[in-house]
């Protein structure tokens, strides 16, 4: 538990705010890891040289640098076919080194899909990607936030993720259900050391479909199926299916501390109000969009995207490249930061 966690990261798209965000986190890097970056070294000290009359920035000399040099020049904000095939070779030289044992965890810095598709790289994301190269078939997409206010940690898993909204209840059934609950509960248990976890579930529905009324999918298959897990899980508390208006008031108040209770209260009095209900250790949202709208209006500059069902840790900022401010200086680094401090706190705890 003494050594280092080894750490890489790949750059994203060199014409985005990646490498800027990526130098900016670095000033304060946690002491606990050894970080090595994936990029163009020629763009990194570029980026550091021309940014550092403007803001502060780590020299990305005092750092390992596994050097992909760029096809040709690079004009920030304008992204291009080039540019997408590398961020590409950046991610899938940090997936390859970290499969060959040489790192413990990968942090990956904003890549823009539509270039990679314009590279030839057919992707839905970089999660997929890191999928596909480890093996594994079942993985999810986890985003992790801390409150500022609070401390409370906001950790929500998506059930779907890049698919269009039509086709979530049909995708949607209790053997893909059982298999991200399986996922969570793994995460939780290993990775954030929760031993006996409790996860809240939404609806699919409005008001979870109010006895079917608004919709069958909880009467028919989503009901039953929770009530089965509860029997086979007695280790985890199982909430839910919440109705998705009101899945987020709790972890709203437990953000931001409005109501949120203490985990040990005091007994309440007749004088007293009753003590309000802890929020649940993760939440499991059914569709991308019914996640994180609450997740990025309450932690948009300190989310962080968690890849989990893979044999390393793998965390991302949870932003895009913003081509529309890159090489200005005031990209805003505390997701990338939160980023790496998370993937060596993972890597820790897995080991």
């Given at each position: 538990?003494?050594?280092?966690?080894?750490?890489v990261?790949?750059?994203?798209?060199?014409a985005?705010?990646?490498?800027?965000?990526?130098?900016?986190?670095?000033?304060n890097?946690?002491?606990?890891g050894?970080?090595?970056?994936?990029?163009?070294?020629?763009?990194?000290?570029?980026?550091?040289?021309?940014?550092?009359?403007?803001?502060?920035l780590?020299?990305?000399?005092?750092?390992?640098?596994?050097?992909?040099?760029?096809?040709?020049?690079?004009?920030?904000?304008?992204?291009?076919?080039?540019t997408?095939?590398?961020?590409?070779?950046?991610?899938?030289?940090?997936?390859?080194?970290?499969?060959?044992?040489?790192?413990?965890?990968?942090?990956?810095?904003p890549?823009?899909?539509?270039?990679?598709?314009?590279?030839?790289?057919?992707y839905?994301?970089?999660?997929?990607?890191?999928?596909?190269?480890?093996?594994?078939?079942?993985?999810?997409?986890?985003?992790?936030?801390?409150?500022?206010?609070?401390?409370?940690l906001?950790?929500?898993?998506?059930?779907?993720?890049?698919?269009?909204?039509?086709?979530?209840?049909?995708?949607?059934?209790?053997?893909?259900m059982?298999r991200?609950l399986?996922?969570?509960?793994?995460?939780?248990?290993?990775?954030?050391?929760?031993?006996?976890?409790?996860?809240?579930?939404?609806?699919?529905n409005?008001?979870?479909?109010?006895e079917?009324?608004?919709?069958?999918e909880e009467?028919?298959?989503l009901?039953?199926?929770?009530?089965?897990?509860?029997?086979?899980?007695?280790?985890?508390?199982?909430?839910?299916?919440?109705?998705?208006?009101?899945?987020?008031?709790?972890?709203?108040?437990?953000?931001y501390?409005?109501?949120?209770?203490?985990?040990?209260?005091p007994?309440?009095?007749?004088?007293?109000?009753?003590?309000?209900?802890?929020?649940?250790d993760?939440?499991l949202?059914?569709?991308?969009?019914?996640?994180?709208?609450?997740?990025?209006?309450?932690?948009?500059?300190?989310?962080?995207?968690t890849?989990?069902?893979?044999?390393?840790?793998?965390?991302?900022?949870d932003?895009?490249?913003?081509?529309?401010?890159?090489?200005?200086?005031?990209?805003?680094?505390q997701?990338?930061?939160?980023?790496?401090?998370l993937?060596?706190?993972?890597?820790?705890?897995?080991?």
């Amino acid at each position: 538990m003494g050594q280092k966690v080894r750490l890489v990261i790949s750059m994203g798209d060199p014409a985005g705010i990646g490498p800027e965000v990526v130098l900016k986190a670095l000033l304060n890097p946690p002491a606990e890891g050894e970080i090595t970056l994936v990029g163009s070294r020629s763009h990194l000290q570029a980026t550091y040289a021309q940014l550092r009359q403007i803001t502060p920035l780590a020299n990305p000399e005092d750092f390992e640098i596994i050097d992909l040099p760029l096809a040709e020049p690079v004009t920030w904000g304008q992204g291009t076919a080039a540019t997408g095939a590398a961020s590409f070779a950046y991610l899938e030289r940090a997936i390859a080194a970290t499969l060959a044992g040489e790192f413990e965890a990968i942090v990956t810095a904003p890549i823009a899909k539509s270039l990679w598709q314009a590279a030839g790289h057919d992707y839905p994301g970089q999660t997929e990607v890191l999928a596909l190269r480890a093996g594994v078939e079942r993985f999810g997409m986890l985003f992790v936030a801390r409150s500022p206010h609070t401390q409370w940690l906001l950790i929500t898993l998506l059930a779907t993720t890049h698919i269009p909204l039509n086709q979530v209840p049909q995708t949607l059934n209790p053997a893909l259900m059982a298999r991200k609950l399986d996922l969570l509960v793994s995460c939780l248990q290993a990775d954030f050391r929760i031993a006996r976890p409790k996860v809240a579930i939404a609806g699919l529905n409005p008001h979870s479909g109010e006895e079917g009324n608004l919709g069958r999918e909880e009467v028919d298959w989503l009901i039953p199926w929770l009530e089965q897990e509860r029997t086979q899980r007695p280790d985890v508390e199982l909430i839910g299916p919440i109705p998705p208006d009101t899945l987020w008031v709790k972890p709203g108040q437990a953000w931001y501390g409005h109501g949120f209770a203490n985990t040990n209260p005091p007994l309440p009095t007749s004088h007293s109000p009753l003590p309000t209900p802890q929020p649940a250790d993760a939440y499991l949202a059914l569709y991308h969009d019914q996640g994180l709208i609450p997740v990025k209006l309450m932690a948009f500059d300190q989310a962080i995207n968690t890849t989990i069902g893979l044999p390393f840790i793998r965390t991302s900022p949870d932003h895009g490249t913003a081509f529309d401010i890159a090489g200005q200086g005031i990209a805003r680094e505390q997701s990338m930061a939160a980023a790496i401090a998370l993937a060596v706190e993972l890597a820790q705890n897995r080991r």
